[in-house]
């Protein structure tokens, strides 16, 4: 059984190397279940889209024609087999385009009030360097909103992916208290985006949302079925987000891939407040050689985006 | 026996009997506020939690703050009547159904505050269902409803006696049905030697049980917050803290019944200073762990100093500058000095001293709930005012002010089915000078 696993592991890290190479830009990661159902009632968008077929090879299908499968909330409960997910975030190259959060809310039917992916601008201290901070949910090995939920409506997968089931959850919003990196939003109404979605609802897809209840980053799990990316990693115009495999060692942003181990190594990889002891499944590279300026960052955004870091130490040093 | 005694009945039965034009007065305007509560709610559920003040940083806000209130006034029976009753202090009688009461009231009310922050109250059966046994939520709604188990029976063991003595008072002037009802609940009890023994040892082992469970409810209570890794909440002391907070909240809340059902149903000749000055003592003991516990806790975080420690030290001694003065200084004090001092030791004087105890207790679980919540690991970048500080709505409050006129409304309900000061063994205070008095 478990040379079987190892053997699976071993013939899925060649393929998915050689698939990498092949696919190139705005392609798949991984293995394993590659498919992508076409929808050929849906409306065309213009906008093509690179998948591979279950056949291996690379089509490109209008974004519009493609629906996600969406598989059952039991599925959902359990995992990708032989998988163990990473995201790595280069904060050197982060402009706060906010192209994740606006790509994370499309692809989630979310509010403008709810983020999945928030950017902070943070600065450890006084005299050290501000930078853009993306925040997805960190997936922890030791996640304490998983220990403190009453019902199981949040869980760790085998492919330690942290989802909600929202047609369990209460709405106690404990597990929002016991997240220390404040990742957890709720539905404090029912927003008019959550109709936009007429799909069966799935854990996987977070989506449609669901009044009263959590919701948070679920990794794309849907996504990575059918050998994409997260949606935030994809639509990064930096390749800030890098998204992989830790037992296949790899990690891509669609553009370049990367030995995740080796990375980790070269580039000084971290974990945000690794003392809480919750081990998160996304790593950080140091904002060190950086391809902006930090007021880069301040571009083009509208206004009550930029009203948000006013208050930070760095604006208000800054302040004419 | 016992029920052949001279009956003391006649003098509280008039209580029992007639309802005075201010009494239905009151009663309509309680169930005016629980009627305006009942169209917040209404709004809540129809709108959504969004007509809160409550937003994705402070996901907790009033109504835990009543939840955690509530509960703790709920100690009031649980341990002091516990308490009082198991060292047979003789000069419990006259106050110890007040303070079951209170119990059991406060404890019905207080887990209706959780529901009204649960988003989905329409999968609440969920927490059964699919109940984890790893959640304090699940330890919560054990011990909650043991402990609610546990407190109705104390309550009823010790109403059996006067229950009998209603049933056989025959001037007794009510209707059939209520009679039946207290021939029913009576269970036959005639007092004879063996069923004395029988209810004694009965009480005495609920009055165990009932202090035990306390305890444990109250510490669950804690440990929901401080089981997490939240700046303010990740502490040791929290169990305790919130015990000595609750029984300290209980013991105020005591006095204030003691007062107004003195003045209402004109009980001046048995609950005398003695009895105010005598829970007094009590809640300056209380009043005195409770600051102890306080300044625990907030030095060892201000002198160590970890950065978001200190974050939250400054919210505090900034932002909620008057809540924490407060509750943690002049809740403190005021009954030190007030109850300390001889001079100072009057009815009226320890009486609103309980009400500054009841608001600083309050006060005191805002300033635990709230700062907390606003100032997280990862600081709050927002531009949307709602989402960056918590201010509770009208449909809070309103439900607050719910929650306080259901208690009055049930206890004034509860004072018109049984006396509410029990008559069986009740002796008129002797003019005896205590020391304390």
Redesign the interface.
């Known amino acids: 059984m478990e040379e079987e696993l190892n053997k699976n592991q071993k013939n899925s890290r060649r393929q998915f190397i050689k698939k990498g190479l092949i696919a190139g830009a705005g392609v798949a990661v991984g293995s394993g279940l590659i498919a992508a159902y076409v929808d050929s009632t849906a409306a065309e968008t213009g906008e093509k889209v690179k998948v591979l077929t279950t056949g291996g090879e690379i089509m490109e299908v209008d974004r519009g024609l493609l629906k996600l499968p969406r598989v059952s909330r039991e599925e959902s409960h359990k995992g990708i087999p032989g998988r163990k997910f990473v995201m790595v975030i280069d904060l050197g190259k982060c402009k706060n385009a906010r192209k994740c959060v606006q790509a994370c809310q499309k692809g989630h039917h979310l509010p403008k009030?709810q983020e999945f992916m928030?950017v902070?601008?943070?600065q450890d201290s006084e005299k050290t360097a501000p930078y853009w901070f993306p925040?997805p949910c960190f997936h922890c090995d030791n996640p304490?909103c998983v220990?403190?939920?009453?019902?199981?409506?949040t869980f760790k997968r085998s492919d330690g992916i942290v989802l909600i089931d929202n047609e369990?959850?209460?709405?106690?919003?404990?597990c929002?208290?016991?997240c220390?990196?404040?990742t957890?939003?709720?539905?404090?109404?029912?927003y008019p985006e959550f109709d936009v979605d007429k799909e069966p609802y799935s854990p996987e897809a977070s989506s449609p949302g669901?009044?009263?209840?959590?919701s948070k980053c679920d990794f794309c799990p849907d996504l990575i079925r059918v050998g994409k990316i997260p949606y935030c990693a994809s639509a990064c115009p930096m390749g800030v987000i890098y998204f992989g495999d830790v037992d296949e060692d790899t990690v891509t942003n669609g553009t370049e891939t990367f030995q995740f181990s080796q990375l980790i190594h070269d580039r000084a990889g971290y974990r945000y407040?690794e003392t809480?002891g919750?081990r998160p499944c996304v790593y950080y590279l140091p904002p060190v050689d950086r391809q902006f300026e930090v007021d880069r960052g301040f571009g083009d955004l509208d206004e009550?985006?930029k009203?948000?870091?006013k208050?930070?130490p760095y604006s208000k040093k800054n302040k004419p | 026996m016992e029920l052949q005694q001279k009956n003391p009945l006649k003098e509280f039965a008039p209580q029992l009997e007639r309802t005075s034009i201010q009494g239905y007065a009151w009663i309509l305007f309680l169930l005016m506020v629980i009627g305006v509560g009942v169209y917040a709610f209404l709004q809540q559920v129809i709108h959504g939690h969004e007509v809160t003040g409550m937003r994705d940083n402070v996901v907790w806000g009033v109504y835990i703050v009543n939840f955690i209130f509530f509960m703790g006034v709920s100690y009031a029976g649980a341990l002091i009547s516990g308490t009082l009753h198991l060292f047979k202090t003789a000069w419990r009688k006259p106050i110890i159904r007040m303070a079951e009461f209170i119990t059991i009231i406060a404890l019905l009310i207080g887990p209706c505050f959780i529901l009204l922050c649960i988003g989905r109250l329409d999968k609440l059966h969920y927490l059964v269902i699919f109940g984890r046994i790893q959640s304090p939520i699940t330890w919560d709604v054990i011990a909650i409803s043991t402990d609610i188990f546990g407190c109705f029976i104390f309550l009823y063991l010790s109403l059996l006696r006067d229950l009998a003595t209603l049933r056989d008072y025959e001037l007794l002037q009510l209707p059939n049905w209520r009679k039946k009802i207290y021939k029913a609940l009576a269970l036959g009890y005639t007092g004879t030697p063996e069923q004395q023994e029988r209810l004694n040892r009965a009480t005495d082992i609920m009055a165990a049980m009932v202090i035990a469970i306390a305890i444990i409810v109250y510490s669950v209570l804690a440990w929901i917050f401080s089981v997490t890794l939240q700046p303010g909440w990740h502490s040791t002391i929290f169990g305790p803290y919130f015990v000595i907070a609750a029984v300290y909240s209980g013991s105020a809340v005591l006095i204030l019944c003691m007062w107004v059902f003195r003045k209402v149903y004109h009980l001046e000749e048995y609950i005398t200073k003695k009895h105010f000055v005598s829970v007094g003592v009590i809640m300056l003991v209380l009043a005195a762990f409770f600051g102890y516990f306080t300044f625990s806790d907030y030095l060892t975080k201000w002198y160590g100093s970890e950065k978001n420690d200190e974050l939250l030290i400054q919210l505090l001694f900034k932002k909620f500058y008057w809540p924490f003065i407060i509750s943690n200084y002049v809740g403190v004090l005021l009954p030190l000095l007030v109850v300390g001092i001889a001079k100072f030791r009057t009815i009226t004087n320890i009486t609103l001293t309980s009400i500054v105890v009841v608001i600083a207790l309050w006060l005191n679980r805002y300033i635990i709930v709230v700062p907390t919540l606003e100032s997280p690991y990862l600081p709050i970048q927002d531009s949307r005012p709602e989402w960056l500080n918590y201010s509770a709505t009208w449909v809070e409050w309103s439900l607050t002010a719910t929650g306080v006129a259901v208690f009055c409304l049930l206890f004034t309900l509860a004072s018109k089915f049984i006396n509410i000061v029990p008559v069986t063994g009740l002796q008129k205070e002797e003019k005896k000078e205590d020391i304390l008095v």
Do not use: Q
């Open positions: 009030s928030k902070y601008l943070l925040k304490l220990s403190v939920c009453p019902v199981g409506a369990r959850c209460i709405g106690c919003k404990f929002m208290t016991g220390p990196y404040s957890r939003v709720f539905a404090w109404k029912h669901k009044e009263g209840t959590v407040l809480l919750t009550n985006i009203e948000r870091y208050d930070t």
